[in-house]
């Protein structure tokens, strides 16, 4: 019985049909080379749509080499029920066996398909890590960190934590920006110096609310925190933002003499990431 599974075996890939699967693997990797060129054209051309286009890659990718693996083996191939069986069988004792942390990322990324926690261009806090969503694979996503470093995170972090998505497909997202600040500043003129600063931001989205709150906190001593809460205008101009706001506000306590006014010996400017 063994024989002759080896013999049907030599048989199917002889050297035609092992060069006709280079050739249609090769094939699908040009036009997917060439659809994805013609995207990022799109995308440079019509930047107010890039995540629509961007997340529109993925999903053809997996259905073209889909449909590529199924036609290779049903079409090209064509093994007999007793291969197909045998083949079937030594891959899931090799899955059971040795693939378990990777069965476990292949389906947590057929999961995100059908119910995709997020797309690409979302930022996104994901498997301990902050960044943009710049691919998605069936077993693993890529993020690009604020830091301009890319990180591949395994999709089996979706099943164990929880993911917190920033921007959920928009373009903008809200930016929390922390200030603390001496417990006796003149709390109206300084929550309006910070509207005021958020507001003249050109990164700031003004389709959508600003608002400013006050907070008590205690580190070494009792201070104020000044939280800004602004939408950016784009997910990748989030740290440009942050920045921009709070030299706006410093800039305008000096001019108003706030920041000397109490003796403070210095301000302290803590930008968090987007709640």
Do not use: C
């Amino acid at each position: 019985m063994q024989e002759d599974v080896i013999v049907e075996l030599v048989e199917l890939f002889s050297i035609s049909r092992l060069l006709q699967v280079a050739l249609v693997v090769f094939i699908a990797w040009l036009l997917l080379r060439i659809l994805h060129a013609g995207l990022q054209q799109l995308i440079k051309r019509f930047p107010r749509y890039r995540l629509q286009m961007g997340q529109v890659y993925p999903v053809i990718r997996i259905f073209m080499w889909f449909l590529v693996i199924a036609y290779i083996i049903f079409g090209l191939i064509k093994p007999p029920q007793t291969i197909v069986f045998a083949v079937l069988g030594s891959l899931g004792l090799a899955i059971g066996l040795a693939a378990q942390g990777g069965v476990r990322n292949l389906l947590a990324g057929v999961m995100m398909i059908f119910n995709p926690p997020f797309r690409v261009g979302d930022m996104v806090h994901f498997g301990g890590h902050y960044g943009e969503v710049i691919r998605l694979d069936l077993s693993v996503t890529w993020l690009r960190t604020l830091d301009d470093n890319v990180i591949m995170v395994p999709n089996s972090a979706v099943l164990e934590n929880a993911v917190a998505n920033a921007n959920s497909g928009e373009l903008s997202e809200m930016v929390v920006i922390n200030i603390d600040l001496p417990r006796t500043i003149p709390i109206q003129e300084v929550r309006s110096l910070a509207m005021e600063a958020a507001v003249a931001s050109p990164y700031t989205y003004l389709k959508k609310p600003v608002s400013v709150i006050m907070e008590s906190r205690y580190d070494f001593g009792f201070l104020l925190r000044l939280v800004i809460k602004v939408y950016v205008v784009d997910v990748r101009l989030e740290r440009r933002l942050s920045s921009d706001v709070t030299e706006r506000f410093i800039e305008a306590l000096h001019e108003q003499g706030i920041s000397g006014a109490h003796g403070d010996t210095a301000e302290h400017a803590l930008i968090d990431e987007p709640a």
